[in-house]
């Protein structure tokens, strides 16, 4: 990519919104304390992380804070020992968290479960020795592929426990991709739930799982099914097991498997564009550090905080952000198994009401689907015990941003948007509580983590023009490989030598703050013209019509690149030709004339993962009569 050629299309958004005083007087964190921990990591980088990591409990301390003798395989914290299960769950059985809610449960049908951090302490330990019964051991693999369930928290936390590694599989995925990922982790059992409630239907789960394991290589050994929906389900003797019937006869105290800061920890698949499935892995170590210190910092975690992270535990929003920080911050986390417009768009609002939630944290796309039905629902619930909002997963466009604001936070509420990824593991750019924030842009980086902006060169861009983001040095929760793919972990450090490549666009304001834009993959090159489809999706969105929008790019014989976009309209709209021709005036008045749309398409709906992103490439594929493996879309 010529330099020239650097994104300057960015849309730009001139609101800041400063916080009220009220928040920053009881703000853990005050504006000057920030300062002052930023001078801190960037004088002393290595000694910041040792300070985050000593906030936690270890068998062992470590030789080095960190080993780059062989980058990019970076080793933090080499030679110490610990267990990411005893720092989020045991070591709050010795503190007043013992008899604190842990965990609340809701299913979509309205059953509901809770969990002090005691209970959940001994549910965990009676799987973990249900596991090790089974022959589950140090460095096997155990693949998890569950709804959002609290065994489906359990099942993580007793692998972890057993210095066995977890890979949760997403729920919604065809037996062919759980197929793949149980004979890419070489998965020693497998954890299913019978089925689940989704959209007031039920999806039998055991089946897809039995469908997998019949043209899997043969290493699953057990199978331990949790009973949620009570359908009929086939038993394979010898093989399959009930969860209850195990840990009914098991001990309710369980020893914790000490391991090395550098052990894997979890296995967890990326819905990136390559055709075959790729693991991240991440490590007990480094991970529960940066996690904790970046989860609390970002949501300036209180003693009486009801935090609900809406995505699926299958993803790397789920496990940082519904489990593992909530845990490891001694907080209470809430898990939803349905969906969010389900038996009506309040069942979300209706949530925070029932449990006095005080931080939701979501997904963009999850909040514009609640946008179509407007503001109606949620002044209809009590959301006054809300303190914090955030978001992450795509780029959160400043109108979603303002909505979520006013309609749902009632503009007393910080609006987070924040930035990281499957490989980082935890928190990277992200505004704090206290800080000046600009719709539709992640701030700054936070502290220990350096982030910059670049052409493809590595050289700088000029302030306001658009470039590559990436991540300057290794930071602690790092993924520590790419299982069995040792060259494609290097290529994330490759396409700028000696940094990570984070893949995505973005650019720097001229007060250092980050607009995050969507993929580098996702840029139109449209009649010798660079062109994001997250600007177009921006462009479509603030249309007073537009509920939601896909863009895609498609090949044309003149053009090389065209974009078709799939449009979703708010509720009160009907498509007709005049709206259309409305929208292609509109966004060309956002953009210019480098915004060529071949075609609007009227949607009912988009398809999505569970945890909200909307799936492009099926989209893509779709046009072009090329389908990918099928994913069921329960929404």
Not at 99 to 117: H, Q
Not at 121 to 148: I, Q, T, W, Y
Not at 392 to 416: M, S
Request: with cysteine.
């Amino acid at each position: 990519m010529d330099k020239r050629e650097t994104l300057d299309n960015l849309l730009r958004e001139e609101r800041v919104i400063r916080p009220l005083p009220q928040f920053v007087a009881e703000a853990n964190l005050k504006p000057g304390q920030v300062q002052a921990l930023r001078e801190r990591a960037e004088s002393d980088p290595l000694g910041y992380w040792e300070e985050a990591a000593e906030e936690l409990e270890w068998f062992r301390r470590w030789d080095a804070v960190l080993d780059e003798s062989q980058a990019p395989f970076y080793k933090w914290f080499p030679g110490a020992r610990c267990n990411i299960a005893h720092n989020a769950l045991d070591r709050h059985i010795e503190t007043p968290n013992k008899n604190k809610l842990a965990l609340i449960w809701e299913g979509e049908p309205g059953d509901t479960r809770k969990f002090t951090y005691f209970e959940l302490h001994r549910e965990v330990n009676r799987f973990a020795n249900a596991l090790r019964s089974l022959g589950v051991r140090k460095g096997d693999c155990v693949a998890v592929f569950m709804p959002p369930l609290p065994e489906t928290v359990v099942a993580m936390l007793a692998c972890a426990k057993i210095g066995a590694v977890h890979s949760l599989v997403f729920s919604g995925y065809s037996a062919k991709a759980l197929r793949q990922r149980l004979n890419g982790c070489k998965a020693k059992a497998l954890v299913a739930a019978d089925g689940y409630y989704r959209n007031g239907k039920v999806h039998r789960l055991k089946e897809v799982a039995d469908q997998a394991l019949d043209g899997a290589n043969g290493d699953v050994e057990s199978v331990v099914v949790v009973r949620r929906t009570g359908g009929d389900v086939t038993m394979r003797e010898g093989r399959d097991f009930w969860y209850e019937e195990l840990v009914r006869r098991e001990r309710k105290e369980a020893s914790v498997e000490v391991v090395d800061a550098g052990d894997p920890l979890f296995y967890l698949y990326t819905s990136g564009a390559s055709s075959r499935p790729q693991a991240v892995v991440h490590s007990h170590g480094g991970y529960m550090v940066g996690v904790q210190r970046t989860f609390s910092q970002v949501f300036d975690v209180k003693a009486t905080d009801i935090f609900w992270c809406t995505s699926d535990p299958g993803w790397i929003m789920g496990h940082t952000a519904a489990i593992y920080g909530p845990l490891l911050a001694g907080t209470t986390t809430v898990l939803y198994e349905g969906h969010p417009n389900y038996p009506q768009p309040d069942r979300l609002w209706s949530i925070i009401e029932r449990y006095g939630v005080s931080i939701f944290y979501s997904t963009p796309t999850t909040i514009r689907t609640l946008m179509r039905f407007g503001g109606q629902y949620p002044r209809q619930r009590d959301l006054t015990s809300l303190r914090l909002l955030g978001s992450a997963g795509e780029p959160l466009d400043p109108e979603t941003w303002t909505w979520l604001h006013r309609q749902i936070g009632d503009e007393n509420c910080p609006v987070l948007d924040t930035w990281w990824q499957t490989e980082t593991g935890m928190f990277m750019v992200s505004p704090l509580p206290v800080s000046v924030v600009k719709p539709g842009s992640v701030a700054r980086a936070l502290p220990g983590v350096q982030a910059d902006v670049v052409d493809l060169d590595g050289g700088p861009v000029e302030r306001g023009e658009g470039g590559f983001l990436i991540i300057r040095k290794p930071w602690p929760a790092m993924m520590t490989g790419i299982l069995d793919d040792e060259d494609g972990y290097r290529a994330c450090f490759r396409r700028v030598p000696g940094v990570y490549f984070a893949g995505d666009l973005a650019r720097l304001d001229e007060d250092g703050y980050i607009w995050v834009k969507g993929r580098s993959d996702e840029v139109l090159l449209i009649a010798g013209h660079r062109i994001g489809t997250a600007d177009i999706e921006e462009a479509f969105i603030s249309h007073r019509a537009v509920a939601e929008v896909a863009v895609v790019g498609l090949p044309d014989r003149i053009k090389g690149v065209t974009a078709k976009a799939f449009v979703v309209l708010t509720p009160d709209e009907d498509p007709s030709d005049e709206l259309l021709r409305d929208l292609e005036r509109h966004v060309r008045e956002e953009l210019g004339p480098i915004a060529a749309i071949r075609s609007i398409e009227f949607r009912e709906s988009l398809p999505k993962t569970r945890s909200g992103k909307i799936l492009r490439r099926s989209l893509r594929d779709e046009e072009l009569d090329s389908p990918l493996d099928p994913i069921r879309d329960d929404s």
